[in-house]
């Protein structure tokens, strides 16, 4: 079993709509990342999420640690064909040493 | 210009060749790591390096050898490759290891594609 569940799977939208993508476990974190990969790239860090209940903005991203931080959701509103790419929720593992990555959300953000 | 450098971006060899993948970082960090994507799997953790000794090693095969002669620089040494070896191989960086402090963050560099034929 995956430490990190993420859905949907995929996603695939007209430009101007709004989502909401999800990142969950049964584990609690002291912290949680989310990163984008654009096709033939690696993730780049959007945010980093550590206080239960915190939301965090970047322009039309909002990002919400859950208040019992074991699960996170990310809301794009106005989605644009430049959103477009893999989601990744990132965080420590349970023995404290390595950073774990949940499957991804694939996103496609059509004109 | 990204604070994680890979090469080569690119890389077709034979399952009989010998390459090598190069990472360097520019950020001060003291942890490094290599990843691997494949088109079907979430990103999975192959070595982890701190302070250029290793730390994990992902019971990955032994025709990956992975280097740390310093603390910024890894690379992953390939030989007699298999086609199913073929992915995006991620280097990346940290300051310390993943728990050191619930801030701690890791950054990427853009991969070297890997298709071995």
């Known amino acids: 079993t995956q430490l990190l569940e993420q859905s949907p799977q995929f996603l695939s939208i007209q430009e101007g709509e709004n989502l909401t993508v999800y990142c969950n476990s049964s584990?609690?974190?002291?912290?949680l990342q989310w990163y984008r990969q654009e096709p033939g790239e690696g993730p780049v860090l959007l945010v980093t999420?550590?206080?239960?209940?915190e939301v965090k903005k970047l322009k039309r991203l909002t990002f919400q640690f859950g208040d019992a931080r074991k699960d996170s959701s990310l809301h794009i509103t106005a989605a644009q064909p430049g959103d477009t790419g893999l989601y990744l929720c990132?965080?420590?593992?349970?023995?404290?040493?390595?950073?774990?990555f949940g499957p991804g959300t694939r996103l496609s953000v059509l004109p | 210009e990204t604070g994680v450098t890979q090469t080569p971006r690119h890389l077709v060899m034979g399952m009989t060749n010998k390459k090598s993948l190069k990472c360097e970082q520019h950020?001060?960090?003291?942890?490094m790591y290599w990843y691997k994507q494949s088109a079907k799997k979430p990103l999975e953790l192959m070595f982890v390096?701190?302070?250029?000794?290793?730390?994990e090693n992902n019971s990955v095969p032994s025709r990956f050898s992975p280097e740390c002669p310093n603390s910024s620089h890894l690379f992953l040494h390939l030989h007699t490759l298999q086609p199913e070896d073929s992915a995006l191989y991620l280097c990346?960086?940290?300051?310390?290891?993943?728990?050191?402090?619930?801030?701690?963050?890791?950054?990427f560099g853009e991969g070297s594609w890997l298709t071995v034929v």
């Open positions: 990346a960086s940290s300051q310390d290891l993943g728990g050191a402090r619930a801030s701690n963050t890791i950054y």
């Open positions: 390096y701190n302070f250029k000794e290793q730390t």
């Open positions: 999420v550590v206080t239960g209940g």
């Open positions: 584990s609690v974190f002291s912290s």
């Open positions: 950020l001060g960090h003291n942890a």
């Open positions: 990132a965080v420590i593992d349970n023995y404290g040493q390595n950073f774990v």
